[in-house]
Every structure is written in C-alpha cells, then in structure tokens.
C-alpha cells in the first residue's frame, strides 16, 4: 500500500496588513492586551477584489512549483474553506478551472479551523486506496468577511490567507497515521448562524464565539489527540522533530507543546504575523518551516487542529 508523500508547499498572505495599533483604533483595545491573551501582532486581510479561490490559487501555485508538477497532474483538489466564493461550485472546482486542470476529483471540505487537517486526511486515503497518485490539499480562507469589525471579542483574533501541499502516492513513508474527531453537540460554542434563503442572509452573519470555553476546549481536545497520535504510533514524544499547531493563540500552542513535554524550540509559530486563518493556519505554518529550512526530509511533523463543529484532528507524517 502506498504513503502520501508531501512533495511541495506554499504559502499566500494578502499584502494589506491590519496591526494592532490599527484595531486600537477601531475597537476598545490595547496591543498590550491582545499581544499578551493571543500572541498576535498583525493579521493581513483580502482586499476588496480578492475571494478565498485568488488566495488559494497564489499557495496553490507556489506548492506545484515547489513539487514540480503540472496542475494538469493532479488527479485531487481539495479546498478547506469556511468561506468558499460561492455557495456552489465549490472554491475546489473554481480554483481547478483556473489551474487549467480537467477531470481530477474536487470538492471542498467545511471543518473550520481543523479543515486542511480533514482535507489531509481525506487526500491520504484516496492516496492509499490507489485511486489518486497526485493530489493538492489547500487551506484557504477569508475570514475577515465574517468578523463584526465592531466586536471586539471575535475581530482582533482572525485573518485572511492561504497555504497548500502537493502530496504524492510513494512507497516511502509519507503521513503515517490521521485523527479526526466532531461533537456537534458544541455547535454554539463557535458560530455563524445564517444562511442564504430566497435570495436573502437569514440570521446572524457575523462570527459569534465564547471566547474562554473555546480555550479550555481547545487545550483539552488537543491533549488528547496529541496523546492518541502517539499511542497509536507507539512514539513517545522524543519522536517529534516539529510540531505545527494551528495558530489561533500562542497560550493555546504553548499549552499543548507543555502537556507534550516539547521545547518550544520545536513548535513552528507563526500566529504573531497572521493571526487565526482557520484552515489555513496549519499549512501556512508548515510552508514558513519548510521554506526556511527548519524541516528537513525524514522529520517527523505532528500537525493539529482544532475548530467550530466542534471539530479537532491531529496527522503524523514522516516528511
Ligand atoms: O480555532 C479556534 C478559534 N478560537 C480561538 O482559538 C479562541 C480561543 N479563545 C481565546 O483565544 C481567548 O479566550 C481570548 C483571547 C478570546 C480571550 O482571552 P481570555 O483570557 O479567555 O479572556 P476572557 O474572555 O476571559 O476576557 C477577559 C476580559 C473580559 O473583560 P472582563 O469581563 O474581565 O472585564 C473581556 O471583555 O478581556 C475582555 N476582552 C478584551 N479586552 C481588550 C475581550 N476581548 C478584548 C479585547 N481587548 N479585544
């Protein structure tokens, strides 16, 4: 049977860059506040003309460039996205189109902030059941359309971006095992409660969230699928060269990196510059790590997330 081998990454940041100062501005905060709760510095926004599918084109083509393969080879696309373009098509079959790619599998998957994890796991499959040899997993959001610029519980926390890997079938090892877990009985927790109905939003569109619940979930969640991943693998956490958690609060990351007993020398942060992306969070972090060298071929990467649903995962790969 074959692995999913990651073969190519990228990365895409809007240019426009919304600071804290900026928000100072805007809502009743304070860089010191949001920098010492969250970690976060900048997060970069989509400009007016710029949808989820331009972002994810911009990662998109960078990672093919990097794999060194034809978007004519992909045999899947996958997009996580919360905020695909359109209702339908998907933000998967758009972004195909502009590829120039004809005929592989797209759709998009809707797991929030554990999206790309979903979306990687969801690849690895088709990968190791044969029917897929190629395949780009993207994570691609434009979350700021959904934040209420005048909350300032929800707006100083996310931001606009994209990242993707190429991943290819291989008999090397490749992502060794993945772990995905839902209760939809939390849907409330983290929220936007609308809907498009005759033509019209029905209901609450902007993002609706209980800031300290989603914390204290967070941390439990990821300890446990942290500790499951292992187990599973028979590893302890020595086996880790680098964890790449999802960046939406560096007291989250840190959490997590202390229960795994790992030196923050080996998490890749990067939720000071942009910010909660959601699903691109994971695999934009991954792209900066590799890109400057850190990763290097036969690493062992632990990769988690977690979002609204609720949904959380964790994947173990073998770089
Ligand atoms: O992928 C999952 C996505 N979501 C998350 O990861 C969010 C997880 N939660 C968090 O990151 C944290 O809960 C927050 C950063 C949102 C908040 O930090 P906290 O330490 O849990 O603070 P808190 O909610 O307990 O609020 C503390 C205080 C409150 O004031 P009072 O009631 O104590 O007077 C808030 O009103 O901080 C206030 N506050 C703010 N103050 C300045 C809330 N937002 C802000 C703000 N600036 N932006």
Known sequence: MSYSRIIGTGGYLPEKILSNEDLERMVDTSDQWILERTGIRTRHLASENQGTCDL???????A??????????LDLIIVATTTPDRIFPSTACLLQARLGNHGAIAF???????GFIYALSIADKFIK??????????GAETFSRLL?????????????????????????????????????????????????????????????MHGHDVFKFAVKSLDRIVKEILATNQLDENAIDWLIPHQANIRIIKATAKRLKL?????????SEHGNTSAASVPLALDVAVRDGRIQRDHTLLLEAVGGGFTWGAVLVKY
């Open 108 to 114: 998009d998957v809707q797991a929030v902030c554990s």
């Open 64 to 73: 093919l460039t990097a794999a060194g393969i034809a978007a004519s080879e």
């Open 263 to 271: 030196p923050m020398e080996k998490v890749v942060v990067t939720v």
């Open 148 to 208: 209420d610029w005048t909350d300032r519980n929800t707006c100083v926390l996310f931001g606009d971006g994209a990242g993707a890997v190429v991943l290819k079938a291989s008999e090397e090892p490749g992502i060794l095992s993945t772990h995905l877990h839902a209760d939809g009985s939390y849907k409330d927790m983290l929220t936007v409660p609308a809907t498009v109905e005759q033509g019209r939003l029905k209901g609450d569109g902007f993002v609706k």
């Open 56 to 62: 994810a084109e911009k990662a998109a083509v960078l």
């Open 129 to 138: 059941t044969g029917t897929v040899r190629h395949a780009l997993v993207i």
